[in-house]
């Protein structure tokens, strides 16, 4: 387990963009996937996107592929998830989770886990 720490939520506007951030505290994410989940008020946590651990496979829940973006920069050991195009649906707590090195979209597969950060748009 390590630790994650997300950070770049907010309130937006329908149709605006953020970029989230998720920093771990590990010598090199090369050996990680990270995932992100979003968890809306009354309803069960969900599987946003994930990116595996060399950062060649990425993958996207169907309501976010083409509007959202999932990223890695190894050299600050940190995770992004770009997301435009916001809709009201996509307000959430979005947390991001790590694991071994592959995607998984089951949140049970994830063993680290950051405290989250609140997403909401709205007009």
């Known amino acids: 387990q390590f630790e994650l720490v997300e950070s770049g939520g907010g309130l937006v506007q329908p149709g605006g963009s953020l970029r989230l951030s998720c920093a771990a505290s590990?010598?090199?994410?090369?050996?990680?996937?990270i995932g992100w989940f979003r968890q809306a008020p009354g309803k069960e946590r969900e599987g946003v996107s994930c990116?595996?651990?060399?950062?060649?496979?990425?993958t996207y829940a169907e309501s976010v592929k083409g509007r959202f973006t999932v990223s890695k920069d190894k050299a600050k050991n940190t995770v992004y998830l770009q997301m435009n195009s916001l809709k009201p649906e996509d307000t959430a707590v979005y947390f991001c989770?790590?694991?071994?090195?592959?995607?998984?979209?089951?949140?049970?597969?994830?063993?680290?886990w950051g405290q989250g950060t609140q997403v909401t748009v709205s007009s």
């Open positions: 989770a790590g694991r071994g090195y592959y995607c998984s979209g089951i949140e049970n597969n994830f063993n680290s």
């Open positions: 590990v010598a090199t994410l090369d050996y990680y996937a």
């Open positions: 990116i595996s651990g060399g950062g060649s496979s990425t």
